[in-house]
């Protein structure tokens, strides 16, 4: 069993940034996908990003450069940095996991989730 903690969510101006982590427990995951998703209330949850169990694996939903996915193995974190936040950046993130870390990550049905960290953008 996996389990995720996410944290750095906040209140940030428009144009700010923030550095999302999540921290994993009860396995190792070398071998994971790690993604991160965000859901609005009212709408679907949609992928943001993801990163296989190798180097360069990264994947983004938004190619503009804003999004900096990232993982420590040794620490069993992986990190979602956003710049140039906008106000349509609002919602709730979420980390998941999943074993299957040499897949194509964005196709992934990410088996463990985080209960989520609130990103508020707002002036």
């Known amino acids: 069993q996996v389990q995720l903690v996410e944290s750095g969510g906040g209140l940030v101006q428009p144009g700010g940034s923030l550095r999302l982590s999540c921290a994993a427990s009860g396995r190792d995951l070398d071998y994971y996908a790690m993604a991160w998703f965000r859901q609005v209330p009212g709408k679907e949850r949609e992928w943001v990003s993801c990163?296989?169990?190798?180097?360069?694996?990264a994947n983004y939903a938004d190619p503009g450069g804003r999004f900096t996915i990232s993982r420590d193995n040794v620490k069993n974190t992986v990190t979602l940095q956003v710049n140039s936040l906008k106000p349509e950046d609002t919602a709730i993130y979420y980390c998941?996991?999943?074993?299957?870390?040499?897949?194509?990550?964005?196709?992934?049905?990410?088996?463990?989730w985080g209960q989520g960290t609130q990103v508020t953008v707002s002036s």
């Open positions: 998941a996991a999943d074993r299957r870390g040499g897949s194509y990550c964005p196709m992934i049905e990410y088996q463990y």
């Open positions: 990163i296989g169990s190798s180097e360069g694996s």
